[in-house]
């Protein structure tokens, strides 16, 4: 809140200043102070921080012209659903997106084009060009654009598995309809769940501010490596998440070839181990998860799984936890077989399971 300050003197008696001394303060010749020092283009500054402030400048030069605005002129932005706050109403939306090949295929989240088939698109350079949307999925709350005109600049995805806790990352878009707004920050987490029940509640919790319109910017390693999408936050906490740029390679090709991804699924209810099921079953671990129910006429009834089951291999992938399974039994292909290692009874067996297709949602299941 701006405040006034009032001028006032000094309460007691008021001191006149005689005439003589007035009169020789105003005939005195002005010494007064520069009102201001101007600095110097080049001026010193430590030779590493100059470095520093040169490499990031640099950088934020690559990578703005790749990203874009995406939506309806002047609509309000996007934002994805938080456990704090509820889903925004059907409305034009603004977002951000970011080229990823130079013939015009470009990355954004799935909540900024909604149900949408065609949106518009605000290039770094002010060019206004239409783009189609060739592939979303829900799940993974991706969608790939496709924008005629190019070549366009582009943005490599990296390995955000090699991302590190604490490594600097920028994040670029268009928070509240500010067109390339450039952010900074830490990869303060990985692996960060949001509280959702799904196999993709893991995210890159970051410092770098991300707000309304953010979603589907990257977030830019130093090498100007999209290292993630940029997909929600939690509000007034300066916390921001973004998609792991390996979980968007995965689903690309799908949006390109069928414009939907055909994600693996058993059929089964799983829960986390805990303490004193662990205890109950007799382990000394709580790794594995328990099945809790079978689907019928699913895959995992076929192959034989039952409910009590304790499952802890999946195809060679060890089962700490649901999030754990749910994860490889999503990216398995459709009507590939795998191996599901159980302890039943307390003895070990080895079943084979034909991977069905995930059709639902369905909370704390695989």
Known sequence: MLTRTRLFFPPGPLRLVP?????????????AAPLFVEGTVGGQAPADLRALNQSLTGLVRRVRPAVVRIGAPDGPAAERP?????????????????????????????HVVAEGSEVELRLFDGRRLPAKVVGKDARSDLALLKAEGGPFPILPLGDSD?????????????????????TIGLVSRKGRGMGGAGPFDDFIQTDAAINPGNSGGPLVNIRGEAVGVN????PNRSIGFAIPANLVKTVLPALREKGRVAWGFLGVGVQNLSPAVARALARKETDGVLVNSV??????EAAG?????????????????????QRAVSLTAVGAAAEVEI???GAPRTLTVTVGEFRQPVAEAA
Do not use: Y
């Not at 005439?19 to 010494?31: E, G, V």
């Not at 799984?305 to 304790?310: C, H, M, Q, W």
């Open 231 to 234: 997909v929600a936050v939690i």
């Open 19 to 31: 005439a003589a001394l007035l009169l020789l303060a105003l005939a005195a010749p002005a010494a």
């Open 343 to 345: 302890v039943r009874d």
């Open 82 to 110: 938080t456990p704090e706050q509820p889903g925004p109403e059907e409305r034009p939306r603004v977002g951000t997106g970011f080229f990823v090949s130079p013939d015009g295929f470009l990355v954004t989240n799935h």
């Open 162 to 182: 090699a991302v590190e806790i604490g490594e600097l990352v920028l994040a670029v878009g268009n928070p509240f309809g500010l067109e390339a707004t450039v």
């Open 295 to 300: 689907m019928p006429g699913l895959p995992a």
């Open 305 to 325: 799984i039952r409910r009590g089951d304790l499952i802890l291999k999946f195809n060679g992938t060890p089962v700490k936890d649901v999030a754990v399974l």
